[in-house]
């Protein structure tokens, strides 16, 4: 068994085999388990881990309100890959547009700024992920 991490997302989808198609054919991720008779996949990739969960209305589900598109209002997820490039590609070749573009961005952590390559796509459910290529640390300039 592989080791979960403390904290791990559960996205509620609509349809868990088109939201498998963008995470694991598009972005990468391998499902390390799935329950299909609950509509249930646990995704891994390089340790960021998310859970997704088709929406059941029978099930007695955890939704504390109507779930309307887009889904995950307020929130974006961002998942450290080795570099952006070929993800930007796949996602290319799938006919996915990017909702916000590529490019380097330097954040201040303190008395550092620390950079990442990184654009943001929607998945099939309107959930913003935002796929980051780690750049290094700097001094905050001045």
């Not at 909702?99 to 952590?109: F, G, I, N, P, V």
């Amino acid at each position: 068994m592989f080791e979960r991490n403390r904290l791990v997302p559960e996205l509620m989808v609509t349809s868990l085999d088109s939201s498998l198609v963008f995470w694991v054919s598009h972005l990468g991720f391998k499902i390390a388990y799935q329950r299909p008779e609950d509509g249930f996949a646990y995704l891994d990739l390089n340790g960021a881990q998310v859970m997704l969960e088709q929406v059941d209305p029978d099930a007695g589900q955890w939704l504390t309100a109507p779930l309307t598109q887009p889904f995950g209002r307020g929130i974006n997820l961002q998942i450290d890959v080795e570099a952006v490039a070929p993800i930007i590609r796949k996602l290319d070749q799938a006919g996915c547009s990017l909702y916000r573009e590529c490019q380097d961005t330097w954040y201040r952590a303190d008395h550092l700024e620390v950079g990442q390559r990184e654009f943001i796509v929607k998945d099939p459910d309107g959930y913003l992920v935002r796929l980051v290529e780690r750049l290094g640390e700097r001094p905050v300039c001045s």
